[in-house]
């Protein structure tokens, strides 16, 4: 999917400004940017739900359907089951269906084609994976998803980031997400693209972009709070934990000296500034 200087006004305001993106198959690119940003109107552009004042949307021409996605909450039919939400939604679109077809489509997204309760009483990262089910149905190119981890607890957040990389590598999808939470954009995407007030402001790879904007680490090991090696820094203790205002250009060599010293240390995390990475 190519995306090329979309312009979009209300009025006097103007919503998007130039913005362009690439979304080549078998990546997943990260959309990031404050509330108001842009990013659910430049989505209904993609969608053809509205149309740009000027630019383009180039989708793939190899897929009848080239286009499937989640903006917002999913909408599903809370009072039917799984099963019958696909199958309700296949036929909207005139899709043929079999019981087949549609445990397959279940299958595929983690969820128990024999479940016949409601979806109502589903947790909301298995609404989440139906409302990808029944994007899926026309087997797209390219898959937008509005904010999807929103709601989920870690163990739904992991489940469903896996869902979304296995997506990718084996059908070769061409996959945009907003979200958030700039962990699982680190973990999730190839490509982040910030958005600010309309304006594409940063784009590139993901570590590359975040380890750009990171403003320290949060180390983890016993023994750490007596660390000699931790002195040529600013840092903080919290139990077994360091917080180390250090780039990333300098952690390989502080974890070099904290590993000489006998340090045993259990994780290293980075702490990316959203602030710094959302300014221009």
């Not at 699982?184 to 490509?191: N, V």
Request: aromatic share 6%; proline share 4%.
């Amino acid at each position: 999917m190519e995306i090329h200087n979309i312009y979009k006004s209300y009025g006097n305001l103007e919503v998007l400004r130039g913005v362009s993106m690439h979304c080549p198959p078998g990546e997943i690119i990260g959309l990031l940017g404050a509330n108001g940003a842009g990013k659910t109107t430049l989505f209904k552009i993609i969608f053809g739900l509205i149309q740009p004042d000027s630019g383009t949307v180039i989708l793939p021409q190899h897929r009848a359907k080239p286009l499937g996605g989640i903006i917002e909450k999913p909408g599903l039919y809370e009072y039917l089951s799984a099963a019958e939400n696909l199958k309700l939604f296949a036929g909207m679109q005139g899709l043929k269906t079999s019981t087949n077809f549609t445990n397959d489509c279940l299958i595929q997204v983690g969820l128990d084609p024999n479940r016949k309760d409601a979806v109502s009483r589903f947790s909301m990262g298995m609404k989440q994976r139906l409302a990808i089910a029944i994007a899926l149905l026309n087997q797209p190119a390219v898959l937008v998803l509005d904010e999807p981890f929103n709601g989920l607890d870690p163990i739904g957040v992991a489940a469903l980031r896996q869902l979304i990389l296995d997506l990718c590598e084996k059908q070769q999808l061409s996959i945009v997400l907003s979200s958030h939470i700039t962990e699982e954009i680190a973990k999730t995407c190839h490509r982040l693209y910030v958005l600010k007030k309309g304006e594409m402001i940063h784009s590139g790879p993901t570590q590359e972009l975040l380890s750009a904007h990171t403003i320290g680490y949060a180390i983890y090991g016993k023994g750490i709070a007596n660390a000699k090696a931790l002195q040529s820094y600013t840092y903080q203790i919290r139990g077994q934990m360091a917080w180390v205002a250090i780039t990333s250009d300098q952690i390989s060599d502080l974890i070099r000296a904290l590993l000489k010293e006998g340090i045993a240390i259990e994780s290293c995390i980075p702490d990316y500034s959203m602030k710094e990475l959302f300014e221009i």
